[in-house]
């Protein structure tokens, strides 16, 4: 977590690059396809600050009017009165219900492209980085940058026009009062200035320790039987409370700034507004200016305090906008899985080349794969064997693309993987992990998935009966229609695996990958599940990873890899009579006695026959 942490924040690092209004820019730039909604809402501001303008002057008519009482001014008195609240109650309601038009249509326009992009990333930014911190884009980062665009701007446009209307007034009062009350305003941008860095600065730690309460909250969510079932519930409240009072501690440190700062500002306002009320009551400004015109001055420049408190403030949250925006932009601008290939084949043959393949994850230095070099011909089963750790998925892994490797080569029909287009690549594949990935929806769109949507639904109902699947289904309160809820967590693991199965029945592929998709089974499944397969693979190129070797007997081609190499490839037959590599570890199940590659023999284990031991995937 600390590694994934640590790489995130280099990435906000590297995007602080670039100028705070620049990134703002970008950020009201998703205004544009909601431009109706958001001139409807200036209008409502504009509407909202001309009213509160207005206040001071029509103080002043009120007050002439209580020193001048006529039977015209008592009627004109009450209806500004109601006019002037009137007005600011319509503005009020244009600015804020257009605007959260706005801020709706941006959250939901940042968020159609983070996952537009995010869906089409590669495999290694799904390496580096965790899923609470991704999910925090998703939710709380998107909220602050919204919050910058509207709200934000809402208060800016409003309480800015509201200023600029009470100074424009005070101004036509008089002049030289005004340059009194101005001089506060130099004063109050350094302070502005010296706490936007701040609240920039604490906006980027907020962040990462939202992403933190994330990360921990969702291990627990997905690892709940686990933390149970090895007493780990301290240590998890632990581990949360300790992402949490980050948290805490991060957001009170941009409390205290903002709860400092707005004071502060308003000591400088009361100041110039003491000053203010010490020269009005000269008693020559009272000899040159009427009653009603100075209590409306005075009343202006006291109203200005509020507006002024409310734009410092807005100040945090454009801040935590454009930290957030940072974040979400780069997520956006991340490269996409590259896909330079122009081939696109119908139906290949299913050949598959690999030439001299040596393959590392990227940030690690030692290879996963080293050097390997194999044959498969069109319609064989080849088996891949060996110790955890040897290689076998990774190398499976490769086939559909998910990494490029270099250097070395694979082909397909004769074509290197690069050429082929990624769609039309992975549409020649089907592929059952032994993680089984379901989806929170019904059965039958979790078989007939993506590009199989469109399939009858008998086919779909003959792909679960193949699969051995179809009995259970039937049981379900809705069969085929019953929803399978979070990854399919309402059924056994053997049901489950069963259903991935039938999705890659379904599909049809040239080039089927069975990477222990038996091992969620039961005997009486397997060897159901079995017999399913066999026909399956008849006309197709299989690759088989299995850690019961059993399984595997019958395969053209048994491939057994040790640290990235492969050691020995033939028949179950052959690799058997050369009594080596494949040999031990046939001899380490059939014998329950767990003996290294190398030869080394083990101590024995507890384990049952049909159990895999605990070296093996």
């Known amino acids: 977590m600390a590694d994934r942490q640590s790489n995130l924040e280099g990435l906000s690092s590297e995007a602080e690059e670039y100028p705070s209004w620049q990134v703002y820019r970008r950020i009201l730039g998703y205004v544009k396809t909601l431009k109706k909604w958001f001139i409807l809402a200036i209008v409502g501001n504009v509407i909202y600050a001309t009213a509160s303008a207005l206040m001071a002057p029509g103080l002043k008519y009120i007050i002439n009017s209580i020193e001048n009482p006529t039977e015209a001014n008592r009627v004109l008195v009450a209806g500004l009165i109601v006019a002037l609240f009137m007005l600011r109650g319509l503005g009020a309601f244009m600015g804020q219900y257009f605007m959260a038009n706005v801020s709706r249509g941006i959250v939901h326009d940042m968020r159609q492209k983070l996952f537009q992009n995010l869906i089409r990333l590669p495999a290694t930014f799904f390496d580096r980085n965790s899923s609470g911190h991704l999910l925090a884009k998703f939710t709380y980062n998107i909220e602050q940058v919204t919050f910058a665009a509207t709200n934000a701007v809402t208060l800016i446009l409003r309480e800015g026009l509201t200023i600029v209307g009470l100074l424009a007034y005070m101004l036509y009062e008089n002049w030289r009062l005004t340059l009194i009350f101005l001089i506060a305003g130099p004063i109050i941008a350094v302070v502005i200035r010296v706490v936007t860095r701040r609240f920039h600065k604490l906006s980027k730690q907020i962040q990462l320790s ?11 969510i997905g690892g709940y039987q686990v933390v149970r079932t090895f007493g780990g519930e301290d240590r998890e409240v632990a581990r949360f409370t300790k992402v949490s009072k980050n948290n805490v501690r991060q957001s009170l440190k941009m409390a205290l700034t903002q709860a400092v700062s707005t004071p502060v500002i308003q000591i400088i306002i009361s100041l110039c507004i003491a000053v203010l009320v010490w020269v009005v009551l000269d008693p020559a400004i009272l000899r040159d200016m009427s009653t009603g015109a100075i209590v409306a001055f005075l009343t202006a420049a006291v109203t200005c305090a509020k507006p002024v408190r409310q734009l410092t403030s807005v100040n945090a949250v454009i801040q935590r906008g454009i930290s957030a925006a940072q974040d979400v932009f780069m997520l956006i601008d991340e490269p996409r899985e590259a896909d330079t290939g122009t081939h696109v084949a119908e139906r290949v043959r299913g050949d598959i080349e690999i030439n001299h393949l040596t393959f590392t994850y990227p940030g690690q230095e030692t290879a996963v794969l080293d050097d390997i070099t194999l044959s498969i011909k069109a319609g064989q089963t080849i088996a891949l064997v060996g110790t955890s750790g040897s ?10 693309r998910f990494y490029d490797c270099e250097p070395g080569q694979i082909l397909l029909d004769d074509i290197p993987l690069q050429d082929y287009t990624l769609h039309s690549l992975r549409q020649q594949i089907a592929l059952v992990s032994q993680q089984t990935i379901l989806f929170n929806d019904t059965v039958h769109n979790n078989i007939a998935y993506g590009d199989l949507g469109d399939v009858s639904r008998e086919a779909v109902r003959q792909a679960a009966k193949d699969a051995n699947a179809l009995e259970f289904i039937e049981a379900l309160p809705d069969g085929f229609d019953t929803s399978l ?57 299989v690759i088989l990873i299995a850690h019961r070797l059993s399984t595997i007997e019958q395969a053209d081609l048994i491939v057994v890899m040790s640290e990235g190499r492969i050691v020995e490839q033939g028949t179950h037959d052959e690799l058997l009579a050369k009594q080596s590599a494949y040999a031990l570890l046939h001899s380490q199940q059939v014998n329950d006695r767990p003996i290294d590659i190398t030869g080394e023999e083990a101590p024995r284990t507890t384990q049952g026959p049909d159990q895999a031991p605990d070296d093996f995937e």
């Open 210 to 220: 939202m992403g933190d309460v994330n990360h921990v909250t969702g291990e627990l």
């Open 391 to 400: 290689g076998k998925s990774t190398l499976s892994s490769l086939l559909p």
């Open 485 to 541: 809820g979070d990854n399919g967590k309402r059924l056994s693991g053997g049901q489950r695996q069963r259903l991935a199965i039938a999705r890659a029945l379904l599909k049809n592929a040239p080039v089927l990958i069975l990477d222990e998709a038996t091992s969620a089974l039961d005997t009486v499944s397997e060897r159901a599940i079995q017999d399913a397969l066999e026909r399956l693979m008849k006309g197709r190129t």
